[in-house]
């Protein structure tokens, strides 16, 4: 099973040396672990385009669609077995990188 795991923060590229240096290792864990797919920061809400392709034409709309404090300001995909592990590798992440986290199961395609 695949989650995607989004980190929450007020600020966009917040992280600390020192958080940095703990996300890498927490990221060699994933990847030793046979857990890690995928993960990457994310830029501004502000620098975000929104697509609207239901019409005829497709509109485009600066900004986020969703006006918040806190916003996606990271995520990871992981493969785990079960919601369970998922939630006790990102208790570590979320140390880790010093933010709180979001796990949600992706839907199987």
């Not at 034409?57 to 992981?78: L, R």
Request: net charge negative; proline share 6%.
């Amino acid at each position: 099973m695949q989650y995607l795991v989004s980190v929450i923060d007020d600020r966009t590229n917040s992280g600390t040396p020192d958080e940095a240096l703990a996300i890498d290792e927490f990221n060699d864990r994933l990847r030793a672990g046979g857990h890690w797919v995928f993960a990457g920061g994310l830029a501004a809400p502000e620098t975000s385009t929104v697509i609207d392709g239901r019409g005829e034409e497709p509109v485009f709309t600066d900004g986020p669609f969703v006006e918040s404090k806190e916003h996606m300001a990271g995520f990871w995909i992981i493969d785990a077995p079960d919601l369970d592990v998922a939630l006790a590798l990102m208790a570590d992440g979320s140390k880790a990188c010093n933010r709180r986290l979001e796990v949600r199961p992706l839907l199987a395609g």
